[in-house]
């Protein structure tokens, strides 16, 4: 079945750096784009990033332009997202997701989430 599963949140000081890792299994990794969501207390999920099949197109959340990196390993099946200069507001869960295609529906797949807290 398939399964994605983050590793590496913690608590973190303003201005510090996290890398977060999604270990997946059960599809064809290189075949489907990516996303890391986070979801902060009482707000909705929103979407941070993603990176295309093959590595070679991301996008990513304004507010994480420039401090944030997502990246890819196919051979490894794992999806990475490097946080830079964390602020406060960064604070939330981080959920990594691929839209899998099942017997012809796109279907949304989560990982149980992993807590990033940036406090001092």
């Known amino acids: 079945q398939v399964q994605l599963v983050e590793s590496g949140g913690g608590l973190v000081q303003p201005g510090g750096s996290l890398t977060l890792s999604c270990v997946t299994s059960?599809?064809?990794?290189?075949?489907?784009?990516m996303s890391w969501y986070r979801q902060a207390p009482g707000k909705e999920r929103d979407l941070v990033a993603t990176?295309?099949?093959?590595?070679?197109?991301?996008n990513y959340l304004d507010s994480v332009k420039g401090r944030f990196t997502i990246s890819r390993d196919n051979a490894k099946k794992t999806a990475y997202l490097r946080m830079n200069s964390l602020k406060p507001e960064d604070t939330a869960v981080y959920y990594c997701?691929?839209?899998?295609?099942?017997?012809?529906?796109?279907?949304?797949?989560w990982g149980q989430g992993t807590q990033v807290t940036v406090s001092s």
């Open positions: 059960g599809f064809t990794f290189s075949w489907y784009a």
């Open positions: 990176i295309n099949s093959v590595g070679s197109s991301t």
């Open positions: 997701n691929s839209k899998i295609v099942r017997l012809g529906n796109a279907v949304n797949y």
